[in-house]
């Protein structure tokens, strides 16, 4: 059974680079074709799509963060990251990664100084 | 981006009773391929997101028969037939035919 699982720093300092990484256990990352992703969740907000990687390497970012947002896959670990420059506090949320039918449980990123 | 629109934004439902929610998008959700990437999915307080129905109507593993999807082009629509306390919670529709991927605002499903 699939199960992928965030890992990171919970504060991030205004300005600072926020990375997450996602570990996918039960499968490989490389083995189908689908599409990894990161979705986040602002306090009291609805889902907001980050981007999302194929398993190729391609990458696809939403146009509002795209400046500030990288999202990369590491086969040999069977992991994706994620790496958002100069967060500010709306940056804080609960960061998910996602297959979109198998979803990590989330972590909380709180931009603060 | 496509925008999509839900409605209603809040839902009070009867135990036991249906419940009905739409989705709106700005453009056909029609993929070049032919398919209809439009998902529904339902997110409980401190759970992740769950996905409930893909490709408009096709029901996700594990999930109550209870839940189904219709709809076609721009217009969708999820269906309870009859609500249980464990229905509480948000419901977004998705698209994934066009990037950026797009959610709807958001639907609260909650017991009267």
């Known amino acids: 059974q699939l199960h992928l699982q965030e890992s990171g720093p919970g504060l991030v300092k205004p300005s600072e680079t926020l990375s997450l990484t996602c570990t996918v256990s039960?499968?490989?990352?490389?083995?189908?074709?689908?599409?990894w992703g990161w979705i986040r969740q602002p306090p009291g907000k609805g889902l907001e799509w980050i981007g999302s990687?194929?398993?190729?390497?391609?990458?696809y970012y939403n146009p509002s963060l795209k400046s500030r947002v990288t999202i990369s896959v590491d086969t040999s670990k069977n992991q994706f990251s994620l790496k958002l420059s100069s967060v500010t506090a709306a940056d804080t949320a609960v960061y998910y990664c996602?297959?979109?039918?198998?979803w990590g449980k989330g972590t909380t990123v709180t931009v603060s100084s | 981006d496509i925008v999509m629109t839900q409605t209603p934004l809040s839902s009070p439902v009867t135990l036991g009773q249906p419940a009905s929610i739409s989705c709106r998008s700005s453009q056909s959700l029609v993929h070049s391929d032919g398919n209809t990437y439009l998902s529904w999915l339902q997110k409980r307080p401190g759970q992740p997101p769950r996905l409930l129905i893909y490709k408009i109507s096709r029901r996700f593993s594990g999930v109550p028969d209870r839940f189904s999807g219709s709809g076609a082009g721009t217009d969708f629509t999820l269906k309870i037939s009859r609500v249980e306390a464990e229905d509480v919670g948000v419901y977004y529709c998705?698209?994934?035919?066009?990037?950026?991927?797009?959610f709807g605002q958001g639907t609260k499903v909650e017991i009267k």
């Open positions: 039960g499968g490989s990352i490389s083995s189908s074709s689908y599409y």
């Open positions: 990687i194929y398993y190729s390497g391609s990458t």
């Open positions: 996602s297959r979109m039918d198998v």
């Open positions: 998705m698209q994934a035919t066009q990037f950026p991927q797009t």
